[in-house]
Each structure stands twice: as structure tokens, then as C-alpha cells.
């Protein structure tokens, strides 16, 4: 058990519809990273937040936000959802604002959009 | 696009032998950290090697790193059918403000018994 807990397990919804994907760190860390991770595109950086304040953003489309709540957990919203958006989403955390350390994951949402 | 690319993308040996995995990048790093996944779920952290950093090893794991070429090797040493999954190496860039952890595509593992 990494101690990153990521709710639902699972979620199938429909097209255009929107979802709420939630993350809790470690307890402790600060960090807090989401990933996708799809069959033909790998595991893609969406976005890192520390303490609160977004710190990196990668391949994150609009039509998905995140944000980090004072008590440090994470909400990754998806909407407007497209067939192609139906992946694997992981949380990460991390104590340190820069990665010197390793990165705990949780055991990710699957979201299936049909 | 990914920052790291492994080599193989698939690797499949008898139980027992040695299992080695590649992995080029392109920019200079911080650090190479090495993570492990069984299908379908959660990524586990294997090892971290810093830039400074030539070769590291964690009980059955040896991981090198050559930052004049960029690359880096995981080498898993008496494999065992429990060591089949997914290896990806990830990097962490150097003076970047920004602390993403770029995945690479990954080696998918087999270890036949």
C-alpha cells in the first residue's frame, strides 16, 4: 500500500458528460501529481501541484482541470468527455517540491467513456 | 512528447536469467528514477539515481547511468516469474523550475518459468 488513495476504482460514463477524479496524498507530502495513461499514448504528465499552487503543467487538455485543497487532497475534473479520454488516471504524491525523492502512486481510476 | 524511451519494448527469458532494460533520454536531468507497474496498476518506485551518480544497485537491481550518451540500463539479476510487469524509467529535468517526472514508454517484462 503506497498510502495514496485515489477514489473511484472505477467510472464508466457517457460522452459528453463530466467527472470528478479524487486523490489523497500520503500523509505528509505536499506534492501531488496526476497522470493518464492510455494504451497508445503511454504514461503522459497532466499536471503537479505543491502545497495548494499548480507547479507544472504538461499534455493537459482544457477540457480538464485540477486543483489542491488546503488539506492537500487533489480533484483532477474532466468534462465535455470524449470516447478518447477513457484511460487510466493515476495521482502521485511526493514530500518534495522537486522530485529528489521518489514519487508514491496510487492504484488509479479507470474511466471508461462510452 | 515523452522525454525517455526504453529499450526493448518487450523482453521475454527464462526464469533465472538476467533481465537487462535500456532507457535514452533527451535533455539533461536532475535525476532517473526507475518504477515498476503489474498490469493495470499503480506505479511502484524501484530505484533513483542522481545525475552525479554512475551506478546504484538495491538487491537484485543495478541501475547505470552515462549522461554523456543520456542513457541508462536497469538490470534485474536472477529474475523471478513475480518480476514480470511493466519497467519505465523517468527523468526529472534540470533547472526546471517545473518538477514534472517525464515517463518513458516502458518495457513489458516476461519471465518464463
Known amino acids: 500500500d503506497s498510502g495514496v488513495t485515489q477514489t473511484p476504482k472505477h467510472l464508466i460514463t457517457a460522452t459528453g458528460q463530466r467527472v470528478t477524479l479524487r486523490c489523497s496524498p500520503r500523509s505528509g507530502d505536499l506534492s501531488v501529481y496526476w497522470y493518464q495513461q492510455s494504451l497508445d499514448q503511454g504514461l503522459q504528465f497532466l499536471i503537479q501541484?505543491?502545497?495548494?499552487?499548480?507547479?507544472a503543467k504538461g499534455n493537459i487538455l482544457e477540457r480538464f482541470s485540477a486543483q489542491q485543497f488546503p488539506d492537500l487532497h487533489s480533484e483532477l475534473n474532466l468534462s465535455s468527455l470524449e470516447l478518447g479520454d477513457s484511460a487510466l488516471y493515476f495521482c502521485?504524491?511526493?514530500?518534495?517540491?522537486?522530485?529528489?525523492?521518489?514519487?508514491?502512486f496510487g492504484q488509479g481510476t479507470r474511466l471508461t467513456v462510452v | 512528447s515523452q522525454q525517455g524511451e526504453e529499450d526493448p519494448q518487450a523482453l521475454s527469458i527464462q526464469e533465472g536469467e538476467n533481465a537487462t532494460m535500456n532507457c535514452s533520454y533527451k535533455?539533461?536531468?536532475?535525476?532517473l528514477q526507475w518504477y515498476r507497474q503489474n498490469s493495470g496498476r499503480g506505479l511502484v518506485h524501484l530505484i533513483l539515481?542522481?545525475?552525479?551518480?554512475r551506478e546504484k544497485h538495491s538487491g537484485r537491481l543495478r541501475v547505470t547511468l552515462d549522461t554523456s550518451k543520456k542513457s541508462s540500463s536497469l538490470l534485474i539479476t536472477a529474475s523471478r516469474a513475480a518480476d514480470t510487469a511493466s519497467y519505465f524509467c523517468a527523468t526529472v529535468a534540470l533547472y526546471s523550475s517545473a518538477s514534472k517526472i517525464i515517463f518513458g514508454s516502458g518495457t513489458r517484462l516476461s519471465i518464463r518459468p
Open positions: 502521485a504524491s511526493s514530500g518534495d517540491r522537486l522530485p529528489n525523492t521518489e514519487a508514491f
Open positions: 501541484y505543491y502545497n495548494g499552487e499548480e507547479r
Open positions: 535533455t539533461s536531468i536532475n535525476n
Open positions: 539515481i542522481r545525475s552525479n551518480e
